[in-house]
T-cell receptor, first 115, second 113 residues
C-alpha cells in the first residue's frame, strides 16, 4: 500500500454539475499530482501542487481547478461536468529529492461517471 | 506523433514464457524513465526505474537507449500473477517526483496456465 488515500471511490454526476475529489498524500510527502485516466488510455497529467502552490499544469481547461492544504492533502474540483469527464481520477504523492529513482505513488483513484 | 508509444498488445503468453515490451518516446530531452504496472481497475504501481546502463530486478530487465529514444522491458519465466497492463512512463525532469509523468497507453499482458 502506498499510503495515498482518495475519496470517494465512486461518484455519479450529471452533465453541468460540479464535483470535488479529495486526496490525502503519503506521510512526509509535500507534492500532490492529479491525473485523469480514460478507459483504455494511460493517465494524463492535470496539475501538480507543491507546498500549496500550483507547480505545473497539463492541457486541461480552467474548469479543472485544485487546491492543496497545509497538511499537503489536496482537492480536485471540476465545474460544468461534461460526458467526456467520465474517467478514473488518480492522485499521486511524492517528495522531491535528488535521486533519479524518486517517483510518484498513486492512490486507488476515484471513478467518476457523468450521465 | 504521441509523446510515448507502446506496443498495442494484448500479449497472450503461456506460463514460463519470456515476453518483451517496447516503448519509444518523442522528447529527446526527457530525463527519467519508468515502467509502471496497472492491474484491472486499480492504480498504477511503480515496477522499476530505467537506466541507460540497464537494470534488472529478479525476472524483470529494463533497458534504455537514449540515442534511439527507446525503452524496453523483458519479463522472464512469466507467472500468472504477471497478468496486468504495463505502462511506459517518461518524465521531462530528473527523477519522477516532480513534473508531468507522461504515460503510454499501456500494453496488456495475459499469462495463461
Amino acid at each position: 500500500e502506498t499510503g495515498v488515500t482518495q475519496s470517494p471511490t465512486h461518484l455519479i454526476k450529471t452533465r453541468g454539475q460540479q464535483v470535488t475529489l479529495r486526496c490525502s498524500s503519503q506521510s512526509g510527502h509535500n507534492t500532490v499530482s492529479w491525473y485523469q485516466q480514460a478507459l483504455g488510455q494511460g493517465p494524463q497529467f492535470i496539475f501538480q501542487y507543491y507546498r500549496e502552490e500550483e507547480n505545473g499544469r497539463g492541457n486541461f481547461p480552467p474548469r479543472f481547478s485544485g487546491l492543496q492544504f497545509p497538511n499537503y492533502s489536496s482537492e480536485l474540483n471540476v465545474n460544468a461536468l461534461e460526458l467526456d469527464d467520465s474517467a478514473l481520477y488518480l492522485c499521486a504523492s511524492s517528495f522531491p529529492g535528488a535521486f533519479s529513482t524518486d517517483t510518484q505513488y498513486f492512490g486507488p483513484g476515484t471513478r467518476l461517471t457523468v450521465l | 506523433r504521441k509523446e510515448v508509444e507502446q506496443d498495442p498488445g494484448p500479449f497472450n503468453v503461456p506460463e514460463g514464457a519470456t515476453v518483451a515490451f517496447n516503448c519509444t518516446y518523442s522528447n529527446s530531452a526527457s530525463q527519467s524513465f519508468f515502467w509502471y504496472r496497472q492491474d484491472c481497475r486499480k492504480e498504477p504501481k511503480l515496477l522499476m526505474s530505467v537506466y541507460s546502463s540497464g537494470n534488472e530486478d529478479g525476472r524483470f530487465t529494463a533497458q534504455l537507449n537514449r540515442a534511439s529514444q527507446y525503452i524496453s522491458l523483458l519479463i522472464r519465466d512469466s507467472k500468472l500473477s504477471d497478468s496486468a497492463t504495463y505502462l511506459c512512463v517518461v518524465n521531462p525532469r530528473y527523477g519522477g517526483s516532480q513534473g508531468n509523468l507522461i504515460f503510454g497507453k499501456g500494453t496488456k499482458l495475459s499469462v495463461k496456465p
